[in-house]
């Protein structure tokens, strides 16, 4: 399959020249700094630089790790065209003829055309295994040139995106947001009983910790799988921040959420192995419908990734003063790396205006480098005086971690980022700015969301779920006794809700519903709550309506009446049946409504909710389709 060849006139070439241009003995490159070997040697990126022809010179560690071969199988015997997918390589140089409409052969001159031409060249692209097993990768390409600008050769970066692959596909496939998070295998979701006893333990958590689901639940709970060096100082630190003794164990993990006090930490998970990676998990309380916990959520995605960053930042500080001068002796060659970060990088002067920037920060900015350089840091965020004060915080401290801002494009574009910066020496130690290192955080700072509206959120219809309510009605409560406003609670309850299922099934019932929650939530204003209490149950929180007693019943009445005639229109509801054509099943459906006004919080929560519904049961009585109001004593 691979044709035997080498270039020595080329080699012979790399080798005269001065030390800037030895690129192709990985000797020389284990000496170029900590920029330099922190991506030869790195497992996760697979470095492979070739002679002009495409012949392979070198291939670190990372290469041979993902790939399979040892360096010696493929230097000078190969091209990066013969590891690669051929069907995707004509694909690719199809494509590329026809974007710059000159005719490109498939192979090795397909996969660095656009380097060749100054053009900047990230793809996807398949990549085979010795043993014939193939993973997608992101592949950066940079020419790599002599001091008379000749290009002597190539250097493609490639990192495996399997991860991001499974993942896309996963979420395309689950449908549910509950499906997508707790079927992830980027997610560790692991639910406890109130006692922490491991109850679901999915196959995320399977992947990251090596235990099948059968071999924890029932049996253990999360801190058996954690540090317990880490649990013993996290149980020390709580008691010492919270002024209340906390054993080490489980109770150290969730003491947090049990008090209901948001608590994402770090901690060192155990797998079955005994081997550990660091974790970020989050941790939420799960409540029944009387808000007693029954259990706990938690939440955990490796963090052996940014812990790689920091400790390659930190490496890159150590060698800050040695690292000025060696980019400026291998200035072709650092720059070819500089340009091929996966993050978006930027240097300031120290009053934040920029001196220099890679492809990646012109990608976010959608600015070219010359636009950037000279301009100010703070213009290209959404706010610039946080952007700014984030500079004053480098100076001051000299470093600054996952300080996170919000990136405008020129086209309009935001970006959620989080950056990691530094003060920049010269040689003689004198300051010269700041260096920063951005990364995109968008679908992190989304999946946080996600995880939160699944603990206050109804899955089916989306509206706020009791928990929520809960603290709805405490807050409205609180401010009708302050306004001395009254303020009205409605529980809904669909006439006839159970033939819908019993007929139809419960898929049908379900589409029901969320046509319900959607009518309903058409009715109310935005100071008002919509939400729902299970099964076939709404409750609607109608916030301060008059001084007026009477005036408040009135408001609350025309409201009630309108919810009836909307919720009276007939449903179209249409559905599909696995094989079958799309099928619309017509509904006729009706509300029993009960009311009652507060004025403050001497009812308590719990009464007004329960005469509420004693009203709706009234109105049931009554015939369905109807309103009453309970009465209560002011």
């Known amino acids: 399959m691979f044709e035997q060849g080498s270039d020595t006139a080329l080699v012979e070439d790399f080798r005269t020249r001065d030390n800037a241009a030895e690129v192709q003995r990985p000797g020389a490159l284990l000496n170029t700094g900590a920029l330099q070997s922190a991506i030869f040697n790195s497992a996760n ?58 005719p490109i052969a498939p192979g090795f001159e397909a996969l660095v055309f656009k380097a060749s031409r100054g053009i900047e060249d990230i793809y996807e692209l398949t990549y085979i295994r010795k043993d014939g097993s193939r993973f997608p990768a992101v592949v950066s390409v940079t020419a790599l040139r002599d001091a008379q600008d000749e290009i002597i050769g190539y250097l493609l970066i490639g990192t495996d995106n399997t991860a991001r692959k499974q993942a896309e596909e996963a979420l395309l496939k689950a449908g549910a947001l509950q499906n997508a998070i707790f079927n992830s295998a980027n997610f560790s979701s692991i639910a406890t009983d109130a006692r922490g006893v491991i109850q679901i333990f999915n196959v995320g958590a399977e992947r990251m910790l ?105 490496l890159l500080e150590e060698e800050q003063k040695q690292l000025s001068q060696r980019l400026r002796d291998h200035h072709f060659y650092t720059r070819s790396l500089f340009e091929s970060n996966i993050d978006a990088l930027m240097a300031t002067d120290p009053f934040g205006i920029i001196i220099d920037v ?62 990691n910066a530094r003060t920049l020496y010269d040689r003689d130690r004198r300051l010269q700015g ?54 009205a609670l409605m529980f809904l309850d669909l006439d006839n809700f159970k033939t819908v299922n019993d007929e139809h099934g ?40 008059d001084l007026n007693r009477n005036q408040s019943i009135t408001h609350a009445t025309l409201v009630a009446e309108k919810l009836l005639a909307v919720l009276s229109k007939p449903y179209a509801l249409k559905y599909e049946q696995k094989g079958k054509a799309e099928t619309t099943v017509e509904h006729d459906c009706t509300a029993s409504i009960g009311v009652v006004l507060f004025q403050d919080h001497v009812p308590g929560k719990n009464n007004i909710i329960k005469w509420a519904d004693t009203a709706m049961y009234e109105s049931k009585k009554a015939g369905r389709n109807s309103i009453r109001f309970y009465e209560t004593k002011d």
């Open 45 to 102: 990126f697979s470095s492979i630089a070739t002679d002009a022809r495409g012949v392979i010179q070198i291939f670190n560690v990372g290469a041979e790790r993902m790939l399979g071969y040892t360096a010696v199988e493929v230097m000078n015997k190969i091209t990066p065209a013969d590891i690669s997918d051929p069907q995707e390589m004509v694909i690719r140089a199809e494509a590329l003829s026809v974007e710059l409409e000159t």
């Open 358 to 419: 890679n492809k990646q920060m012109e990608a976010l900015t959608d600015c070219t480098r010359d636009e950037l350089i000279g301009a100010p840091f703070k213009n290209y965020f959404t706010d610039p005086e946080r952007a700014e004060a984030g500079i004053k915080l480098v100076l001051s401290e000299k470093k600054l971690t996952n300080y996170e801002l919000t990136a405008r494009a020129r086209d309009g574009k935001e970006t959620v980022v989080s950056y």
């Open 506 to 545: 419960h898929d049908v019932g379900d589409l029901l519903l969320i046509e319900a929650a959607h009518r309903i939530s058409s009715c109310m204003r935005a100071v008002d709550t919509v939400a729902r209490f299970g099964g076939d149950e709404f409750v609607v929180i109608l916030s301060e309506l």
């Open 210 to 314: 090596g235990y099948t689901a059968a071999e924890v639940m029932n049996k253990i709970t999360p801190a058996d799988i954690s540090d317990p060096e880490e649990v013993i100082a996290r149980a020390k630190a709580l008691s010492t921040e919270l002024a209340t003794p906390i054993a080490p164990g489980f109770e150290a993990l969730v003491f947090k959420a049990s008090r209901g006090i948001e608590d994402i930490y770090e901690l060192t998970y155990i797998r079955k192995d005994g081997s550990r990676f660091p974790a970020v998990v989050s941790v939420t309380a799960l409540r029944d419908a009387q808000n007693d916990i029954i259990g706990y959520l938690l939440i955990g995605t490796d963090n052996t990734a940014r812990k790689r960053i920091e400790a390659e930042q930190k």
């Open 434 to 487: 700041v260096f920063a290192a951005v990364r995109d955080i968008t679908e992190r700072k989304q999946a946080e969301r996600q995880i939160l509206n699944l603990a206050s959120h109804d899955a089916l219809t989306q509206l706020p779920n009791r928990r929520l309510l809960d603290d709805r009605l405490s807050q409205t409560m609180a401010n009708s006794k302050r306004s001395g406003r009254y303020s």
